[in-house]
């Protein structure tokens, strides 16, 4: 992490001049975004105002513009890692933490649109949103379980692996052991291709496969394995590989 003088620190000074004359541009934006909301805004409009809760006391629209030309889209920019973050000039500890926990509370907002006291499969394009949020821009695989009770609500969510940036090791009679745990009679796999490519490998049926035979005979559905890309989504189900 960069040892530099922190921003976020720095915003208990005075003022200077020149932030002055950008006063008058962060009221505007503001102004637009509670009028016409979130959708209305571009993508750096929006991660400048974010910034704004970070950084207070400077301008952050060139910060944002950096930020997105770095990473390539508004998702990645809080998805990237602290180290990353941490060689954009603008930004030190404190407002890295800060954009984190934005991410956390976007990512918990995501999860808490899931009713769970409503059958998940009747969420599905907030289950899908909510997948995406965690895992279409981690850089490294990881393996999720949704863990679903007999009338297919959430019991828990769970991250059971984390691997390389193209495997993650899964170990089926553990998936079993832990739904067995937690009662569970059904059960939807969650996994993410850093390459952003989100087509199933071989390895990914044979996985799904294996997982779902075992499951059979002990009660236990497994409704779907989802693949969460860059580019989108690809459900083996869907595909008519399971």
Wanted: proline share 5%.
């Amino acid at each position: 992490m960069s040892d530099r003088p922190d921003e976020f620190a720095e915003a208990t000074l005075p003022a200077p001049a020149a932030a002055n004359d950008h006063a008058g541009h962060r009221q505007r934006v503001r102004e637009r975004f509670l009028k016409l909301g979130g959708d209305a805004l571009e993508d750096y409009e929006l991660l400048e105002l974010a910034l704004q809760l970070v950084i207070p006391r400077k301008d952050t629209k060139a910060l944002a513009k950096t930020l997105l030309r770095e990473f390539g889209s508004f998702s990645a920019v809080f998805n990237a890692s602290e180290t990353r973050l941490a060689k954009i000039n603008g930004l030190g500890p404190t407002s890295i933490a800060h954009l984190k926990v934005i991410q956390a509370v976007a990512a918990r907002f995501g999860r808490d649109r899931i009713d769970h006291e409503m059958p998940i499969l009747s969420s599905w394009n907030q289950l899908i949103d909510y997948c995406r949020s965690q895992m279409a821009f981690q850089t490294i695989e990881q393996f999720r379980i949704l863990f679903l009770d007999k009338k297919n609500r959430l019991i828990a969510d769970e991250v059971q692996q984390t691997g390389t940036v193209d495997h993650t090791p899964v170990y089926p009679r553990e998936v079993i052991k832990r739904s067995l745990e937690l009662s569970a009679t059904a059960l939807i796999l969650v996994h993410n291709h850093p390459s952003g490519d989100p087509a199933p490998s071989s390895a990914d049926i044979r996985m799904t496969r294996e997982i779902g035979d075992i499951a059979k005979p002990l009660g236990i559905v497994l409704h779907d394995h989802i693949i969460i890309g860059k580019s989108g989504h690809a459900s083996l189900r869907s595909l008519k590989l399971i």
